[in-house]
Nanobody, 125 residues
Framework: QVHLVESGGGLVQAGGSLSISCNAS????????MGWFRQAPGKEREFVAG????????YYRDSVRGRFSIRRDNAKNTVSLEMNRLKPEDSAVYYC??????????????????WGQGTQVTVSS
């Protein structure tokens, strides 16, 4: 089965930048879309960004579009999220997820079937 592990979270000042990454294992990793979700205390997990299996198409929630960039390297089985101009409201545990359908994408929790353990991102004001 596919196994996902996130890393790179930490504490950053508002307006700063941070990059987090996800390492995946599994023979068919490159055929699935990947996504990043986040969950803040007391809130539901929400979609942040998604990327197609080929890496040619990316999608973002409105609040991060233009600030965050999702990328993948299928040769290395990694997915990253570059976060710029961070805001306190970006603080959350960020989760890497693998899509449930090959060659698809989606932006809802139900569209993803495998999850990492999460990495904490805290943005101070």
């Amino acid at each position: 089965q596919v196994h996902l592990v996130e890393s790179g979270g930490g504490l950053v000042q508002a307006g700063g930048s941070l990059s987090i990454s996800c390492n995946a294992s599994g023979r068919t990793f490159s055929r699935f879309p990947m996504g990043w979700f986040r969950q803040a205390p007391g809130k539901e997990r929400e979609f942040v960004a998604g990327i197609s299996w080929s890496g040619r198409n990316a999608y973002y929630r409105d609040s991060v579009r233009g600030r965050f960039s999702i990328r993948r390297d299928n040769a290395k089985n990694t997915v990253s999220l570059e976060m710029n101009r961070l805001k306190p409201e970006d603080s959350a545990v960020y989760y890497c997820a693998a899509g449930a359908v090959m060659y698809g994408l989606g932006n809802r929790i139900r569209d993803f079937g495998t999850w990492g353990q999460g990495t904490q991102v805290t943005v101070s004001s």
